[in-house]
């Protein structure tokens, strides 16, 4: 990559990739964006597109008229309509000279760390190489418990892994407003979310997919708008019928909903700790830890934790909650779940008596625990 040059997700949706009546490809939806990422890569941008549509083309291509209800069908019908999809791509980007990649991940793949940091130095090559990598869930292989499930937070795991600098989801709505629009004609649009914690005080009711063909709605979308904004990325929802509109909004049109980046985004690895890692576990502290771990930065200790939830290993991630049971922070433990059944609720000086022998000083060292927003 250059210096300075600028990296784009862009993640475009069923409902915009198909016609909702006749579940056909939208060919001019797609030509309008295969040409305005061209036209993108040309002004020197890196590009990684995330495209959903291997379900609802397959469905298509075998003549189904919903979308499968087992997950075998799913996985079935997602491997036929995948190799579709691609075709479709690779004839449109070579009219245009591009070369573009498959990309195909399951949430396995960014779990382990080797394998998160091979990802990163894969998607590094091809945009050095000028290549535009298509991505999309791994849904013929993948395995229920370790599914994205929905590519809105996939496109926030991959915006993150590559350090976009700009996060495009296109859906079939123009942007984020305080309710469905589609049930509540009076819904207010909402341009831009300075802080994504504040979200909340808007009382946004983000629904559920708008057509039988979308996963998630708005509520994988808002869930991706944590993830992205929190690596640092600015986050927009605009509509997909439009994907110029991509490049409206580089040259700083006020088109669909921003979400503004966090200014002190989290590092890579915490990042990973966060969002990455399946907990195994749940951890419930007494107050004083709670203070401890989140006004005062500090490591967690055994003697904080009051009940040991769930059976894990050393260096299993696994969730932190309040004495209210609310989720506080994630982190990577440095004892199984047996052993801090035995220490839990005793002082560090202890643990090597009740243990027999020496264990590590902090059950969770800081550097491995991020606060939840
Ligand atoms: N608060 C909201 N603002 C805008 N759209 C919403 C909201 N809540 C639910 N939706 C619905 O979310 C849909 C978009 O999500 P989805 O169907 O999953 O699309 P995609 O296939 O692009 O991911 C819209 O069609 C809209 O009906
Ligand atoms: N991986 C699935 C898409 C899942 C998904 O998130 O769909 P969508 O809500 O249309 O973006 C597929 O290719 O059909």
């Given at each position: 990559m250059k210096p300075q040059q600028q990296t784009l997700v862009v993640k475009i949706g069923t409902s915009s990739l198909t016609s909702p009546d006749t579940g056909m490809?939208?060919?001019s939806t797609i030509a309008a964006l295969v040409e305005t990422l061209c036209q993108l890569r040309r002004e020197g941008y890196a590009v990684v597109l995330v495209s959903s549509g291997a379900v609802g083309i397959g469905c298509q291509r075998l003549d189904l008229k919903e979308r499968p209800r087992t997950i075998a069908m799913t996985q079935a019908v997602a491997a036929v309509g995948q190799g579709r999809l691609m075709r479709v791509y690779d004839d449109l980007f070579s009219t245009f000279n591009q070369?573009?990649?498959q990309v195909l991940?399951?949430?396995?793949?960014?779990?382990?760390?080797?394998?998160?940091?091979s990802a990163y130095r894969t998607f590094r090559q091809l945009l050095q190489l000028g290549v535009i990598p298509i991505v999309n869930e791994n849904?013929?292989?993948?395995?229920?418990?370790?599914r994205f499930g929905d590519n809105d937070t996939?496109?926030?795991?991959v915006a993150g892994l590559v350090q976009a600098d700009w996060l495009f989801l296109l859906t079939d709505v123009d942007r984020l407003y305080s309710a469905?629009?589609?049930?509540y004609p009076d819904a207010k649009p909402i341009k831009v979310v300075h802080d994504i914690k504040a979200l909340e005080e808007l009382q946004i009711q983000a629904g559920k997919p708008g057509s039988s063909w979308g996963t998630g709605g708005m509520v994988t979308k808002i869930e991706a708008a944590r993830i992205?904004?929190?690596?640092?990325?600015?986050?927009v929802i605009t509509d997909g019928r439009s994907p110029r509109n991509v490049a409206k909004i580089l040259k700083g049109e006020p088109l669909g909903t921003h979400f503004e980046p966090e200014p002190q985004p989290q590092r890579a690895r915490k990042r990973w700790i966060a969002n990455g890692l399946i907990p195994c576990g749940k951890l419930h502290l007494d107050a004083g830890a709670v203070r401890a771990i989140a006004d005062a930065g500090k490591s967690l200790l055994a003697a904080g934790i009051t009940q040991v939830e769930g059976t894990f290993h050393p260096q299993d991630a696994v969730l932190l909650c309040d004495p209210q049971g609310e989720e506080v922070a994630r982190g990577i433990?440095?004892?199984?779940?047996?052993?801090l059944n035995a220490i839990q609720g005793h002082r560090s000086d202890d643990i090597a008596k009740i243990l027999g022998y020496e264990g590590a000083e902090t059950v969770i060292h800081r550097d491995n625990l991020v606060l939840s927003l």
């Amino acid at each position: 990559m250059k210096p300075q040059q600028q990296t784009l997700v862009v993640k475009i949706g069923t409902s915009s990739l198909t016609s909702p009546d006749t579940g056909m490809l939208a060919l001019s939806t797609i030509a309008a964006l295969v040409e305005t990422l061209c036209q993108l890569r040309r002004e020197g941008y890196a590009v990684v597109l995330v495209s959903s549509g291997a379900v609802g083309i397959g469905c298509q291509r075998l003549d189904l008229k919903e979308r499968p209800r087992t997950i075998a069908m799913t996985q079935a019908v997602a491997a036929v309509g995948q190799g579709r999809l691609m075709r479709v791509y690779d004839d449109l980007f070579s009219t245009f000279n591009q070369p573009i990649a498959q990309v195909l991940i399951t949430r396995s793949d960014l779990i382990q760390r080797q394998h998160y940091v091979s990802a990163y130095r894969t998607f590094r090559q091809l945009l050095q190489l000028g290549v535009i990598p298509i991505v999309n869930e791994n849904d013929t292989l993948a395995v229920e418990e370790l599914r994205f499930g929905d590519n809105d937070t996939l496109s926030a795991r991959v915006a993150g892994l590559v350090q976009a600098d700009w996060l495009f989801l296109l859906t079939d709505v123009d942007r984020l407003y305080s309710a469905d629009p589609r049930r509540y004609p009076d819904a207010k649009p909402i341009k831009v979310v300075h802080d994504i914690k504040a979200l909340e005080e808007l009382q946004i009711q983000a629904g559920k997919p708008g057509s039988s063909w979308g996963t998630g709605g708005m509520v994988t979308k808002i869930e991706a708008a944590r993830i992205a904004t929190s690596a640092g990325i600015r986050m927009v929802i605009t509509d997909g019928r439009s994907p110029r509109n991509v490049a409206k909004i580089l040259k700083g049109e006020p088109l669909g909903t921003h979400f503004e980046p966090e200014p002190q985004p989290q590092r890579a690895r915490k990042r990973w700790i966060a969002n990455g890692l399946i907990p195994c576990g749940k951890l419930h502290l007494d107050a004083g830890a709670v203070r401890a771990i989140a006004d005062a930065g500090k490591s967690l200790l055994a003697a904080g934790i009051t009940q040991v939830e769930g059976t894990f290993h050393p260096q299993d991630a696994v969730l932190l909650c309040d004495p209210q049971g609310e989720e506080v922070a994630r982190g990577i433990v440095n004892y199984s779940s047996t052993e801090l059944n035995a220490i839990q609720g005793h002082r560090s000086d202890d643990i090597a008596k009740i243990l027999g022998y020496e264990g590590a000083e902090t059950v969770i060292h800081r550097d491995n625990l991020v606060l939840s927003l």
